[in-house]
């Protein structure tokens, strides 16, 4: 990898490493619709002047159908999900759920038709992975019963993000990633306008929260989907797709240093678990695959 892509990789692995601690920063005061709309508008309006300026809206726009449906299980479902469990977990854990995304991506591939999806490898990686993640909801279930909801939505989350990128990927091929997730975007905050309407802040929000909307929005949505195709272009697919390793780590650093979450037995235990998982689970094995 060059020099550019490792700055470039780096940056991304930042960027959507901090979105965690913004959300938890922001559910304090505001609610969850007004939370996710303010991101997607934000991120809407960095992203289609860009689709413009690359000239690929156009030709975007004809797979609206799929772009909505994308938007709808990209954006609609799994921000609102990841965004209400903050108010019951650490940005740690849900971070580290979130990273599952490959486990469920590579079980979706197998699901369509991937034959190296059930690959050896990539099944050895879902088994670790799958443990990681009984391990993280039991402990987490264990020191606080009523987080299991908030625990099964971050993992329909993941599922979500998975299938979303999944579908894309086969009914839209060749269409830029700028193009689709700003319109996706708009589509997205079209759909939770009337919500943050109805649940809108009835004092401005400190400073604080402020700021975090702003990250939120500016950074881990316009800026951080602008360089990730950047990177997308400079190292290739596979590559690019671990960034989700830096990100968790970045999550569970800030939320330990700056929101002073507690370093738990399911953080010690499901973070090695769940991220080496991942990595085998992604991988595109060179060797035949088993038969499935």
């Given at each position: 990898m060059s020099?550019?892509?490792?700055?470039?990789?780096t940056l991304v692995g930042l960027l959507w490493g901090v979105p965690y601690l913004f959300m938890k920063?922001?559910?304090?005061?505001l609610s969850t619709p007004m939370i996710v709309f303010t991101?997607?508008?934000?991120?809407?309006?960095?992203?289609?002047?860009l689709a413009l300026r690359e000239g690929s809206l156009k030709s975007a726009l004809k797979y609206w159908r799929y772009i909505l449906l994308y938007a709808v299980l990209e954006m609609v479902i799994p921000w609102s999900l990841i965004t209400s469990s903050q108010r019951n977990l650490s940005s740690g854990v849900v971070a580290l759920l979130v990273a599952t995304v490959p486990i469920w991506a590579t079980l979706?591939?197998?699901?369509?038709?991937?034959?190296?999806?059930?690959?050896?490898?990539?099944?050895f990686g879902i088994i670790i992975g799958l443990i990681g993640i009984t391990l993280i909801v039991g402990i987490e279930s264990i020191s606080d019963f009523g987080n299991i909801r908030a625990l099964l939505q971050i993992?329909?989350?993941?599922a979500s993000y998975a299938?979303?990128?999944?579908?894309?990927?086969?009914?839209?091929?060749?269409?830029?990633?700028?193009?689709?997730?700003g319109i996706a975007?708009?589509?997205?905050?079209?759909?939770?306008a009337p919500f943050a309407i109805a649940n809108r802040p009835e004092t401005l929000p400190s400073l604080e929260v402020t700021l975090s909307m702003l990250g939120l929005g500016v950074l881990c949505s316009g800026i951080a989907f602008w360089v990730f195709f950047v990177v997308l272009d400079e190292i290739g697919p596979a590559r690019a797709s671990l960034v989700v390793y830096p990100n968790t780590a970045v999550a569970v650093v800030l939320g330990i240093v700056i929101l002073r979450e507690p370093i738990t037995l399911a953080i010690l235990?499901?973070?090695?678990l769940v991220l080496v998982g991942s990595y085998f689970a992604s991988r595109k094995p060179n060797s035949q695959p088993i038969a499935a």
């Open positions: 020099r550019k892509g490792w700055i470039l990789f920063v922001a559910v304090e005061e991101r997607l508008m934000i991120g809407a309006a960095l992203l289609v002047p979706f591939a197998h699901q369509t038709g991937d034959s190296t999806a059930a690959h050896r490898v990539r099944i993992l329909v989350a993941a299938w979303a990128v999944n579908m894309i990927t086969r009914k839209a091929p060749g269409i830029s990633g700028i193009a689709i997730n975007m708009m589509i997205s905050s079209v759909i939770f235990i499901g973070l090695p």
